[in-house]
């Protein structure tokens, strides 16, 4: 029923900077948590932001200081500003819903590499 739908995935040059949108569409929901993940190839999803309805934010160790999650309400929007990206940044990036009911959604994943 509900969609997240991943966006702005590219290459980039390392130090580069990129902005990645989720789309959210199909239901309305009062409370919930927005995550971004990623994962490389032959490495395991990590955590990568948070964002809740009340607007807090956790960040992992790895990217603290460079990404910035933020959310566009209005728009069923949320964004993850991606600036000094690294190497070891590329990886495929997905959206993730969960909602106070206990109810868990992806998205696709979007494509990151960072190379020269």
């Known amino acids: 029923q509900v969609q997240l739908v991943e966006s702005g995935g590219g290459l980039v040059q390392p130090g580069g900077s990129l902005r990645l949108s989720c789309a959210a569409s199909?239901?309305?929901?009062?409370?919930?948590?927005i995550s971004w993940y990623r994962q490389a190839p032959g490495k395991q999803r990590e955590l990568v932001a948070t964002?809740?309805?009340?607007?807090?934010?956790v960040y992992a160790d790895s990217v603290k200081g460079r990404f910035t999650i933020s959310r566009d309400s209005a728009k069923n929007m949320v964004y993850l500003q991606m600036n000094s990206l690294k190497p070891e940044d590329t990886a495929v990036y997905y959206c993730?819903?969960?909602?106070?009911?206990?109810?868990?959604?992806w998205g696709q994943g979007t494509q990151v590499t960072v190379s020269s």
């Open positions: 993730n819903l969960g909602t106070s009911r206990g109810s868990s959604y």
């Open positions: 199909g239901s309305r929901f009062s409370f919930y948590v």
């Open positions: 964002i809740t309805s009340g607007g807090s934010t």
